[in-house]
C-alpha cells in the first residue's frame, strides 16, 4: 500500500467519486456525494493506493483560524480494518500539525442511529478524537451530527 498527497485538483475529484459511489451506506445520497466531490478541490488531500488503484482517501478543510476538519474520508469496504483510515489520519493529523493546526475536528452521526455510524464512531475514538458536542438537527432529525474533536498541536 502506499501512501500520497494528492495536489492536482481532478485527481481528488476523481478518487473521491470513486470511492464514495462505492460506498452507498455512508455516502449514498448524490447531491452529498458530488457536495463532497466538488469540495475536495483545493484542500489537503491524501490517497492511499494498492498497485496504482485508490482504496481509500482523506481530506481536510480548514473550519477556523486553529482548527482543520477531517472533512471527509472513505475506504474502499474490502479494504476496511486493515489499517488504511488509520494511516490515512496520522498522514493528515501530522501535515496539519505541520500548517499550524492546533484542533482538529470531525462530524459524524451520532452512535445509536445506524449500525454503519457506530462503527464510524467507533473508529473515531480509537484515533483519540473525543465527544464535543451533538447538533440534533444541523442536518436533520434522522441523522443527528456529532462532533469530535483533538488537539493536534
Not at 448524490?30 to 484542500?43: L, Q
Not at 474520508?73 to 501530522?94: C, K, N, T
Not at 440534533?136 to 441523522?143: E, G, K, M, R
Request: overall charge negative; some cysteine.
Amino acid at each position: 500500500m502506499e501512501m500520497r498527497q494528492v495536489a492536482d485538483d481532478g485527481e481528488k475529484r476523481r478518487i473521491t467519486r470513486l470511492v464514495l459511489e462505492a460506498l452507498p451506506e455512508w455516502f449514498g445520497i448524490p447531491e452529498e456525494r458530488e457536495r463532497y466531490v466538488a469540495e475536495c478541490a483545493g484542500h489537503p488531500f491524501f490517497c492511499a493506493c494498492d498497485d496504482e488503484r485508490p482504496i481509500g482517501f482523506l481530506c481536510l478543510r480548514e473550519t477556523g483560524d486553529a482548527t482543520v476538519e477531517l472533512y471527509v474520508m472513505g475506504v474502499l469496504r474490502e479494504h476496511h480494518r486493515q489499517g488504511v483510515g488509520r494511516e490515512l489520519f496520522h498522514r493528515a493529523r501530522e501535515a496539519a500539525a505541520g500548517l499550524g493546526y492546533a484542533f482538529m475536528q470531525v462530524k459524524t452521526v451520532q452512535s445509536g442511529h445506524y449500525e454503519q455510524y457506530d462503527h464510524t464512531n467507533e473508529f473515531y475514538r480509537s484515533l483519540g478524537f473525543r465527544e464535543f458536542e451533538v447538533f440534533p438537527t444541523l442536518w436533520d432529525a434522522w441523522n443527528p451530527c456529532q462532533v469530535y474533536v483533538m488537539a493536534i498541536g
